[in-house]
């Protein structure tokens, strides 16, 4: 388990200066620069400029930019934003909570719909309930995250009006951050109404944004325990005369979490650019709104930073899952 | 009457309007204590049988039968829970291949103990005794250290002795070993059949055998049941039916065996092979492959006729010189 480990971790080196590389190649590909932008509309003198991007060493050589910014984030600096002047580090993980709330409830949402759908769809296969689950989670699936956001908001929202249309919680509340999380952090100040506010704001973020994971989820339950339920050992367990039930959810589901849980882990991704979309609409003040507001005002080391921290954490997480299934797999476990 | 009793048992797959026998009409019983080998080619129904006994034929698959009785209780009439309290229990199965029997995301001990909390109860810890007692019984060495072992980790003998261990762990009164060594090395299938036979002898258990190794029929069974497409072509004492086999198949089966003739020409004298979904002939279903056939076996199939020597389902049965009686 740990050469396992250290060999995964190693292999993050490569990773992370193909990120830096492209993110660092992106960003200055788009025309315009910070000055410029935050100058707006009443434009700058061309030497106040040049003095300017002087001063934050963009008037060097690229690779020179792309050396120095290396340089300095080895050390733990990523520089600070352009726009506010706070370091980049400290700006991400305020607003990273924000996201990771947003992303569990959505990825809690596929998981708690989407496993048991599947399984039943693998008992029932060929049923009526089958074919809608594989008819409304390829639906799902191509569905494009605005147009159904703006579908849902216009229903539950504007025409219903059970859902607010924006931000985290309604503006009448205050709450110490303590952990960043707002659920937790308004039940720590033991503000119920403040908590329900919350729990309100998250509904419709978190359907749109779990709503790919939750096909996807589906799905693969349902084709991996169609695949399981054949085995002989399922046979065997049932001529023990166990329940259905406990053949289902105790040997059958077990070997068939063991592609599911990868498929999760590497939804991970798709979710946190997923959120960037969600956020956007929604006003959600994380991380993915905070980097397209970045990339706008072309704040090069806010983009960079962020897109450097997105990527890190999706391959840590991706090594967590790896190791949780192993965890579920024993022939992993003992591979080595 | 016998401890089990399947009358006219049939299994079928496909379509309603075409449906597949599977199994056609098959009848046998196993008394208390007794050793019943079910030989045939592959495809012959055998398996079948025996999951139907089980209750583990699926939809579409479609079970029929006059009686299905073990024990005095009906197995048809019972509900899925009733069947789930003798199947695991009093009926137990161990299976062809045990290198994929095994769950292979749970230790060696939890399998087996699963069963007995099923079925015996008790505490956890007499859970472990009792399975520790048992991976001795089926000869594994160090039981202590093998019982948290998961199935990856065990050879295909160690691992269909822990399927033995787990089908004996409720004291069956029925085992069904279904090809029990087909899979395991030659080595290995001589122990593995001795472990079968001696808990037979010491548990007192009905064993239904079903194998296509007739040496292994000649050595352990006290009654053979011959099956070919599904049916029953021949039923009789293990002894009667060496000597002077009454069917055609039968004796083709035994003329393949190496005492009787060359072991290459293994049914040499039965070109072809068992008729599947969409060549079953009319008549008889042998009368393709039968060197006796007559037009009678090609119109009109042959019904079991049973005598005190036991059943054959022939025309011409063969008299005791091995020529067919018109
Ligand atoms: N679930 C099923 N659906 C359709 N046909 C089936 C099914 N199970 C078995 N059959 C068919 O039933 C026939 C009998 O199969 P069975 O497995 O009982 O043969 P067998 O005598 O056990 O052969 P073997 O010696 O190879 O194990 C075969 O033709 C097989 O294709
Ligand atoms: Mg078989």
Known sequence: MLSFVLRRVGLLVPTFIGVTLIAFALIHLIPGDPIELLAGERGIDPARHAQLMREMGFDQPLWQQYLNYIGAALQGDLGRSIKTREPVLTEFFTLFPATIELSLCAMLFAVVIGLPVGILAAIRRGSVFDHTVMGVSLAGYSMPIFWWALLLILVFSVNLGWTPVSGRIAVAYFVEPVTGFMLIDTLLAGDTDAFASALHHLVLPSIVLGTIPLAVVARMTRSSMMEVIREDYIRVARAKGLSQTRVILVHALRNALIPVVTVIGLQIGTLLAGAILTETIFAWPGVGKWLVDSISRRDYPAVQGGILLVAAVVMLVNLLVDMLYGLINPRIRHAR | ?326
């Open chain 2, 1 to 326: 009457m016998a401890m089990l009793e399947i009358d006219r048992l049939t299994v079928e797959f496909g379509r309603e309007e075409a449906p597949f026998r599977a199994v056609d009409g098959v009848s046998l019983s196993v008394d208390r204590g007794e050793v019943v080998g079910i030989v045939g080619e592959s495809g012959s129904g055998k398996s079948v049988t025996s999951l139907a006994l089980m209750g583990l034929i699926d939809y579409p698959g479609r079970v029929r039968a006059e009686r299905l009785r073990f024990d005095g209780q009906d197995l048809l009439a019972a509900s899925d829970r009733q069947r789930r309290r003798i199947v695991g229990k009093d009926i137990a199965m161990i299976f062809q291949d045990p290198m994929t029997s095994l769950n292979p995301c749970y230790t060696v001990g939890f399998q087996i103990m699963e069963a007995l909390a099923v079925h015996a109860g008790g505490s956890r810890a007499e859970r472990r005794t009792r399975t520790l007692e048992l991976l001795e019984q089926v000869g594994i060495p160090d039981p202590a250290s093998r019982i948290d072992a998961y199935p990856h980790q065990l050879s295909g003998g160690m691992s269909q002795r822990v399927m033995i261990a787990m089908a004996i762990a409720c004291n069956p009164s029925l085992l069904i070993a279904d090809e029990p060594t087909t899979a395991l090395d030659v080595t290995i299938q001589a122990q593995i059949m001795d472990l079968l036979r001696e808990l037979q002898t010491r548990n007192r258990m009905g064993l239904m055998l079903i194998t296509h190794d007739l040496a292994v029929v000649a050595e352990s069974c006290q009654r053979i049941v011959v099956m070919y497409a599904g049916q029953v072509v021949e039923t009789g004492a293990v002894e009667a039916v060496f000597a002077a086999p009454r069917h055609p198949y039968t004796a083709a089966l035994l003329a393949s065996l190496p005492e009787h003739g060359s072991y290459k020409s293994r049914l040499a004298s039965l070109p072809g092979v068992v008729p599947g979904q969409y060549d079953r002939p009319r008549g008889c279903l042998l009368n393709p492959r039968c060197p006796h056939a007559t037009e009678r076996c090609r119109a009109e199939a042959p019904q079991l006729r049973s005598d005190d020597r036991g059943g054959v389902r022939c025309h011409t049965p063969l008299a005791a010189d091995g020529r067919p009686t018109p």
